[in-house]
């Protein structure tokens, strides 16, 4: 089984302040994809560069405190992507994609923090404009090898994934140009969401995300805005599934999948 997790830390420095690390070490995944680490290169250095015995690799923001991406690994990887191409976004630290190519096979985990729109009409327009570009960097990828997504997207895709469905319908996060670019990703460009494959109806169990204002994680009022998006030949090898709870190491929790994958 390859065991892999999504998490966005909102801080590495503050998610291992609250135990990530023993965590990972019970939990031993193959792979943690990571989002929103807020640091650079110089920050990592002598600290980060691993976690459980796995080795980092990661995609920086030029924004001190903002952003990045990184995967974790027990598996040294054949190749490295740090961003996906873009002149707008791979100076924001969204991207990262560790290959593990054998002469049989082409596999890639990719690790990806979508923007969100929540701050004002300018963002959410360059939320729309990363949609655009980054769904036909998929459709290529998809083309060209298998790989698993994690991340956080910043889309809930049905009324399912989140708790106030009717009141969010005009809030970046669950706007139906999103929601509409969500369904087109699984219908026409073929990718799988792999949680919804073994959870087809799960709404309270499925929440990711949860506001800090109120009483939001106390009441399990949340959003499903982390993901494994996979091409089909991979998301056939899901198996089981968990989201963790039991301590917050930010405002989301991680989402764990295992996988039966040939060699």
Not at 165 to 182: D, H, I, T
Not at 193 to 216: F, H, I, K, M
Request: glycine share 8%.
């Amino acid at each position: 089984m390859f065991k892999l997790t999504s998490l966005n830390l909102n801080g590495i420095r503050s998610a291992t302040s609250k135990g990530l690390e023993p965590w990972l070490q019970a939990l031993a995944p193959d792979c943690i994809c990571v989002q929103e680490v807020k640091a650079q290169a110089d920050d990592i250095a002598g600290k980060f560069e691993a976690l459980a015995d796995m080795k980092g690799y990661f995609h920086f923001a030029q924004k001190k405190g903002y952003s990045g991406v990184g995967v974790y690994t027990r598996h040294a990887p054949s190749d490295v992507i740090v961003g996906y191409g873009s002149p707008e976004f791979d100076t924001e630290g969204r991207y990262v994609e560790l290959r593990f190519d054998t002469p049989q096979q082409k596999r890639s985990i990719i690790s990806a923090y979508f923007p969100s729109g929540s701050s004002g009409e300018e963002r959410q327009q360059a939320k729309f404009r990363f949609l655009a570009e980054f769904y036909e960097h998929l459709t290529a990828l998809k083309s060209q090898r298998d790989f698993v997504l994690c991340g956080d997207i910043n889309i809930a895709h049905q009324e399912i994934d989140l708790k106030n469905f009717k009141g969010n319908k005009k809030n970046s996060g669950f706007l139906p140009e999103e929601r509409a670019w969500m369904s087109k990703l699984l219908s026409e460009a073929g990718m799988v969401d792999v949680y919804r494959q073994l959870e087809p109806t799960a709404t309270d169990s499925a929440y990711t995300w949860w506001s800090n204002r109120g009483q939001a994680y106390a009441k399990n009022v949340g959003w499903r805005l982390d993901y494994h998006l996979a091409t089909p030949a991979l998301a056939a090898g899901a198996k089981a599934h968990s989201v963790y709870k039991e301590v917050k190491f930010s405002d989301h929790a991680p989402l764990t999948i295992a996988y039966e994958w040939a060699a």
